[in-house]
């Protein structure tokens, strides 16, 4: 059953099937590669522009920086995965007590063995990497006193006219102080990984944000309804629309230039060609945990969807359609921090490019 129905993954907005054969084939190549690279001699000019393996006296080193929550998936169970990843590769890898940040060193007589070992790690660290759950976003900060206010007064009609509608309550609405655009999420693991996605920040300034910008806050305008699924009335998304008053582009090219710089630095995964720039307003994760944020993916915690209570939304969409939440001047992405709150009571800032 596996073989006719095959996992299916989204990447770059397309959909494809991931097919267990190809991957056990390929599993079975990668060993028999590494049985082969095994000898002293062997796989000596294999390219390894991705990291450095030193010579030393005894044989090979190579250093790597992992944040620590990540040492257990390396560790494995009673430290079965890295006894397995020793003999295979026939290497030693040393990796700092738990809780402590620090480099995990893999040494070995054979470069082959050290460069296999490494590789392994890297893969092992990718897969558990994405399934750990975001940490901090890039945003636009949407909270100012007016667009606030106006905010709370679309709440206050909505749920005048629209309460009677199934499944519309007042706990599904955002907090006004958090109203803002996520441009992509990040997993942030030490301090090490933050104040790299702080210095990407400040070099896309330099590189382009304020060529773009030329060098005055962005006014923009937050204006009408739209839904995120497909059934107006199993809604578990309502979001602001938001556009540039001047009708230029400049928004959507600072958006969609720094996630693609900050895909690039293996910061964040991609999620879409472009980013959908849109405010939520009302989200039915809130009817449980106020604190909630929903991440721009599809694949968030499918358990959260099925925990989920749509509500009917056709009314407010027909009679909020144009509804003008205001205008405001947008001068600095900020790194913000989940699950915070600032003396503002917006998320808290962990770095901030500002234009």
Not at 79 to 103: A, C, D, M, N, Y
Not at 289 to 297: G, I, K, L, Q, V
Not at 335 to 355: E, I, K, P, V, W
């Given at each position: 059953m596996?073989?006719?129905r095959?996992?299916l993954?989204?990447i770059?907005g397309?959909v494809?099937r991931?097919n267990?054969?190809?991957e056990q ?5 990668e060993?028999?590669?590494e ?7 062997d796989c000596a ?11 030393t006296?005894?044989?090979?080193q190579?250093r790597?920086e992992?944040?620590?929550p990540?040492?257990?998936y390396?560790?494995?169970?009673k430290?079965?995965?890295k006894?397995?990843?020793e003999?295979e590769?026939?290497t030693s890898?040393?990796i700092?007590?738990p809780?402590?940040e620090?480099?995990i060193?893999i040494?070995?007589?054979?470069r ?5 070992a ?6 092992l ?7 750990q759950?975001f940490?901090h ?6 909270n ?5 206010e106006?905010?709370?007064?679309f709440?206050?009609e909505?749920?005048?006219?629209c309460?009677k509608d199934?499944g519309?309550?007042?706990?599904l ?8 655009l996520?441009?992509g999420t ?7 990984e933050?104040?790299?996605?702080c ?7 330099e590189d382009f944000v ?7 806050p ?8 739209e ?5 107006p009335a ?10 540039m008053k001047?009708?230029?582009?400049r928004?959507?090219l ?5 996630v693609?710089?900050f895909?690039a630095s293996?910061?964040?995964?991609k999620?879409?060609?472009?980013v ?5 307003v ?11 944020e929903?991440r721009n993916?599809?694949?968030t915690g499918?358990s ?8 009917n939304?056709?009314?407010i ?6 509804f ?7 001068d ?6 989940r699950?915070?709150s600032?003396a503002?009571g917006?998320?808290?800032?962990s770095g901030q490019l500002?234009?």
């Amino acid at each position: 059953m596996d073989v006719l129905r095959p996992t299916l993954i989204r990447i770059g907005g397309r959909v494809y099937r991931k097919n267990l054969i190809q991957e056990q084939v390929y599993r079975h190549e990668e060993e028999e590669e590494e049985n082969f690279c095994a000898g002293p001699g062997d796989c000596a000019d294999e390219p390894c522009d991705a990291f450095v393996v030193e010579e030393t006296e005894k044989g090979f080193q190579c250093r790597m920086e992992v944040p620590s929550p990540l040492y257990k998936y390396i560790i494995g169970k009673k430290g079965e995965t890295k006894k397995r990843l020793e003999t295979e590769t026939r290497t030693s890898i040393s990796i700092p007590k738990p809780g402590v940040e620090g480099e995990i060193v893999i040494t070995g007589q054979h470069r082959s063995g050290v460069i296999s070992a490494r590789t392994r790690i890297d893969v092992l660290l990718d897969s558990f990497r994405k399934k750990q759950p975001f940490t901090h976003f890039l945003s636009f900060a949407l909270n100012q006193p007016a667009i606030q206010e106006k905010f709370l007064q679309f709440k206050e009609e909505v749920l005048e006219k629209c309460s009677k509608d199934h499944g519309v309550s007042s706990s599904l609405f955002q907090n006004p102080s958090k109203l803002h655009l996520t441009l992509g999420t990040l997993v942030l693991l030490n301090e090490q990984e933050i104040q790299k996605a702080c210095d990407l920040l400040q070099r896309c300034k330099e590189d382009f944000v304020d060529q773009i910008a030329g060098g005055k806050p962005l006014t923009v305008e937050v204006a009408g309804v739209e839904y995120m699924n497909d059934d107006p009335a199993m809604t578990d998304v309502l979001y602001a629309k938001v556009h540039m008053k001047d009708g230029s582009d400049r928004l959507q090219l600072i958006a969609d230039q720094l996630v693609e710089r900050f895909v690039a630095s293996g910061l964040m995964l991609k999620e879409w060609d472009r980013v959908k720039l849109h405010a939520t307003v009302m989200n039915t994760l809130f009817r449980k945990d106020p604190s909630a944020e929903e991440r721009n993916n599809t694949m968030t915690g499918k358990s959260s969807f099925k925990e989920r209570e749509s509500f009917n939304g056709r009314n407010i969409l027909k009679l909020f359609e144009n509804f003008y939440f205001g205008e405001v001047q947008l001068d600095s992405v900020r790194l913000s921090q989940r699950f915070s709150s600032d003396a503002s009571g917006y998320y808290a800032t962990s770095g901030q490019l500002t234009f």
